[in-house]
């Protein structure tokens, strides 16, 4: 599939405007709900207005919590396009209802609708995320997602805003009620141009044992440690996110002192901000899955909150509320807006290589439980986030206050997922300083294996070859690097949180060695890449050196692929040894800086003829060495 058709794939199309249209028709009828309990003081069995706005985050999330278990089964039972057109016409049946909801101002039966769009998005969402893997190839994922993600936070904005102004019109409430009644049915038709997909898992026995069966979707998305992490990353976002969306009205209300059309900016902003930052993801991602980006964002939503608590309240106001030309003449307003964008930018390269990342880890006939218990665990944190400002609400903290606890909040949770799953923090040191120093070439990126064990075999050329390696493959690789390294100031703390496999030569430390040895071989049975420099010593004149027989002692233990690779553009670099010692010629650092630098990578090769020299004169060609 030409990637820059994707948008216009009939196997695409369908399921992102089914999701748009949805997106667009749960904020309409979700915003005018908070709208009019904020502007009109709507309350049930005494709760303040603060915590009516909580209560409505909380019920519509909580159907996710207790019925994603099944929705999961049943995406992997049945045909995932059937199940989608099953979901819009209940979401028709639902606005019905809340039509009734909204023309009677009825409080109850609005709660009743929104809480059964919730139980209807609860039903779409793992039959939304697994179906992607089967209508779109696994290179256009990344885009695909970018494209769902963006889509999704731009049917919000428009969903917002029309919402915003709908309930703020003459007999706003019956123009409300006939535009999610008309986007519920657009999306229906829509949904029936979704190209028709068999089950995965015809033969799966559903579990209606709530409990039980909840226990074990979570029990199947730790299969892979990686994959449960991300997912609980991704709730964690829901939880930051839920928090911010849930405080705009009230912020901008009793602090900022805004009508309901700041509030509905503070949420169009965001809106426009997560889908930007997906698109520059994808951009950034070049058709893979970048995990060094989640870093970046998660370290950018922390700085970004904490500004807004500073500038959280930058003036003081009376009188009436203020609309958004008088709000945008206030002192200190730009700064704030400036942060919103921020936050939701760093939102999209937060989320979206997640949501990659879990459709590519996991296995085609679970993924949709998979994504099941990513909603199970989205909806606990969300309903925690709903609680908790319950909470801090009742403890008499502002919105702005809770800026802060945010930014504590986000800091610890980001510091403890990069702690047990270092691999997201080592892509991120590797990708964003390869792509600060140099510009680089990948070619034959597709020979890397999707799974399963390989060897990869390289030259010796500096002493940032594995960054560069580690910035430009698509899975995680352990190296096998001299065990000087690990003595190396800062970059020992990376090399040990990316599991650096230590090795020394024979004369220098026997036993050190043949645990290396020990170690590759456990790696490489677990499935996993182990990356080789056989020259054993960083090039001293550009040249390849001899390839030791380490390679031969590898594979005849473990006869797994081995993948040829050469490195060029890296001699003469600050980090290599042409002028003496590496990083001792500081003239050479602004002529070298942004310079092209190459990585072939060679079809794999069998185990049987792979052999030092071999090896030895195959990259030896790839580099020009050879006449």
């Not at 919590?65 to 099944?70: K, L």
């Not at 911010?244 to 902003?269: C, M, Q, R, Y």
Request: hydrophobic residues 50%.
């Amino acid at each position: 599939m030409n990637k820059n058709n994707l948008f216009t794939s009939i196997r695409f199309w369908p399921i992102f405007w089914t999701q748009f249209w949805g997106a667009m028709n749960d904020n309409v009828f979700k915003n005018a709900m908070v709208l009019l309990i904020t502007f009109k003081a709507y309350t049930v069995m005494g709760l303040g207005v603060d915590q009516m706005v909580a209560l409505c985050g909380g019920i519509f999330i909580l159907p996710f919590f207790f019925a994603s278990s099944i929705s999961g089964q049943c995406a992997d039972k049945f045909s995932k396009s059937k199940l989608v057109i099953i979901t819009k016409i209940l979401e028709v049946v639902i606005m019905i209802l809340g039509t009734y909801g909204l023309m009677t101002e009825n409080i109850i039966v609005l709660f009743v609708s929104l809480f059964l769009l919730g139980l209807q998005a609860t039903i779409f969402g793992p039959a939304k995320y697994s179906i992607l893997p089967e209508l779109i190839e696994e290179k256009d994922l990344v885009k695909g997602n970018a494209l769902v993600e963006s889509g999704t936070f731009l049917a919000i904005l428009v969903g917002t805003i029309v919402g915003g102004i709908l309930v703020g019109m003459n007999n706003g409430t019956m123009l409300i009620s006939l535009t999610a009644l008309c986007i519920s049915v657009i999306g229906l038709v829509v949904s029936l141009k979704i190209p028709s997909l068999s089950p995965v898992d015809k033969n799966l026995k559903i579990d209606y044992n709530l409990i039980r069966s909840t226990f074990d979707v979570i029990k199947i998305s730790k299969k892979t440690h990686s994959v449960f992490i991300s997912i609980l990353g991704i709730s964690w976002f829901w939880f930051f996110g839920a928090t911010l969306l849930s405080i705009f009205p009230v912020w901008g209300k009793d602090i900022l002192h805004g009508n309901e059309n700041v509030v509905t900016l503070f949420l169009a902003i965001f809106s426009i901000g997560v889908a930007i930052g997906a698109i520059i993801c994808e951009k950034c991602s070049h058709e893979k899955v970048e995990l060094g980006l989640v870093p970046f964002g998660s370290i950018g939503l922390s700085v970004f909150v904490l500004h807004l608590y500073y500038m959280g309240k930058p003036y003081e106001a009376t009188g009436a509320l203020l609309g958004i030309s008088e709000f945008l003449a206030r002192p200190g307003v730009y700064w704030i807006l400036f942060d919103l964008l921020g936050l939701s930018v760093m939102s999209g390269f937060f989320i979206v290589p997640l949501y990659t990342f879990i459709q590519v880890r996991s296995d085609r006939e679970t993924r949709s439980r998979v994504i099941a218990a990513n909603n199970i665990l989205n909806a606990l944190f969300m309903v925690a986030a709903a609680i908790l400002l319950t909470v801090l609400f009742a403890f008499k903290l502002s919105s702005v206050d809770i800026f802060f606890v945010l930014f504590i909040l986000n800091s610890l949770v980001s510091l403890y997922i990069y702690t047990v799953l270092p691999e997201f923090l080592w892509r991120f040191v590797c990708v964003i300083l390869s792509k600060l120093i140099y510009r680089m070439n990948i070619l034959g990126q597709h020979h890397i294996p999707k799974e399963g064990p390989a060897v990869l075999v390289c030259n010796h050329v500096s002493f940032i070859d594995w960054m560069i390696i580690g910035a430009s493959i698509n899975r995680p690789v352990r190296f096998v690097m001299h065990y000087s390294f690990m003595k190396i100031p800062i970059f020992s703390f990376f090399f040990r949180g990316a599991k650096v496999i230590p090795i020394a030569g024979f004369k220098e430390d026997v036993d050190l060695m043949e645990k290396a040895f020990d170690k590759i071989s456990q790696t490489l049975r677990e499935g996993e890449l182990v990356c080789i420099f056989p020259e054993g010593i960083i090039s001293h004149d550009g040249k390849i050196a001899t390839f030791r027989a380490g390679i031969e002692k590898i594979i005849q233990r473990d006869p797994v692929p081995v993948i040829p690779m050469a490195l060029k553009g890296l001699w003469g670099s600050f980090f290599s040894r042409k002028y003496g010692g590496a990083g001792t010629k500081l003239s050479v650092i602004p002529a070298r800086i942004w310079s092209h630098v190459d990585l072939n990578i060679e079809a794999a090769w069998t185990p049987q003829e792979a052999t030092a020299i071999k090896l030895e004169a195959k990259v030896k060609a790839m580099m020009g060495e050879l006449n």
